[in-house]
């Protein structure tokens, strides 16, 4: 079990900020994420993309802030879970949380702090008979280590940035990559694009465009992959892994069952929930900005 002072539920700018705030008064944070990697949307779905609603800048690039908050914050030493999404909050007798994840990691505090932003962004899943299934048997919808899919037989799907970006990084680790897209174009930048046709070209990946993955199949661990073209035809793959990158959606998640108070007003949000302890903590509070109606 992690043990720290806070634990912060979501790791966007907001996030990351609290933890140079609460620094400053010595508390250690411990952040956890459902995303891969820290910057909230930020990073996952804008990374190059200005903002210039950002204090003390006129603009800035959202991967740059992200990555001034990570520097800002480095001399305190914070915890992170990402990759896994919050399941459970649980108070103990003496005022104290546990907050469990959805891959069983579990945090000891004494404050959560809620930094959800929209909240946890989940996948969009395609229609594919038996993905669900497969889910954690071969069946994934990001890349948290890629040295896991080393040597493997792996079955990208989509038309996106991160399609292109993984096809284009698994070519030298995985064992076979499929890239199977609806369109013969790609909605990503054009140079992932190009270098997507390189490969393909030089058969260091397999390009299968207009077509759609219609189903999945295996036993107790995925085993094949059907692809169904434009023109109607099956064709049956081997493969180990499928990862379908279809984009996110945000979603409150759990946190939504929790009985919260919420507000429609577009600002940073920062309210006491329960009443400070004895030793002057605020137990759980919500810091997060929220969508104006």
Not at 11 to 27: I, R, S
Request: aromatic fraction near 6%.
């Amino acid at each position: 079990m992690i043990t720290t002072d806070i634990c912060i539920i979501g790791a966007g700018p907001v996030g990351l900020f609290a933890v140079f705030e609460a620094g400053l008064l010595k508390m250690r944070c411990h952040l956890i994420d459902a995303l891969p990697q820290v910057g909230g949307q930020l990073s996952e779905i804008y990374p190059q993309k200005p903002i210039y609603d950002i204090p003390g800048y006129p603009a800035i690039n959202a991967q740059a802030l992200v990555d001034n908050l990570m520097e800002q914050i480095a001399p305190f030493t914070p915890g992170f879970t990402l990759g896994e999404r919050v399941e459970g909050l649980d108070r103990q007798h003496d005022g104290s949380y546990i907050v469990t994840t959805n891959d069983g990691t579990t945090v000891h505090c004494q404050v959560v702090v809620i930094a959800g932003g929209l909240g946890c962004f989940e996948p969009r899943k395609p229609d594919i008979i038996n993905l669900e299934r497969f889910e954690g048997k071969g069946v994934a919808y990001m890349v948290k280590n890629p040295e896991q899919l080393r040597d493997r037989r792996v079955v990208l799907a989509g038309g996106g940035d991160s399609a292109l970006d993984w096809a284009v990084f698994l070519a030298d680790v995985a064992s076979e990559v499929t890239l199977v897209h609806r369109s013969d174009t790609f909605r990503g930048a054009p140079d992932s694009a190009e270098k997507v046709f390189r490969l393909a070209s030089q058969g260091r990946i397999n390009l299968v465009l207009q077509s759609n993955i219609t189903s999945i199949h295996g036993n107790g661990h995925l085993q094949e992959v059907s692809i169904t073209a434009k023109d109607k035809t099956v064709t049956t793959l081997a493969a180990d892994h499928l990862i379908p990158l279809f984009g996110l959606t945000p979603k409150l998640g759990p946190i939504a069952d929790w009985g919260l108070p919420s507000t429609n007003r577009q600002s940073t949000l920062i309210q006491r929930i329960t009443p400070p302890t004895s030793n002057g903590f605020m137990p759980l509070a919500i810091l997060t900005p929220i969508r104006e109606s």
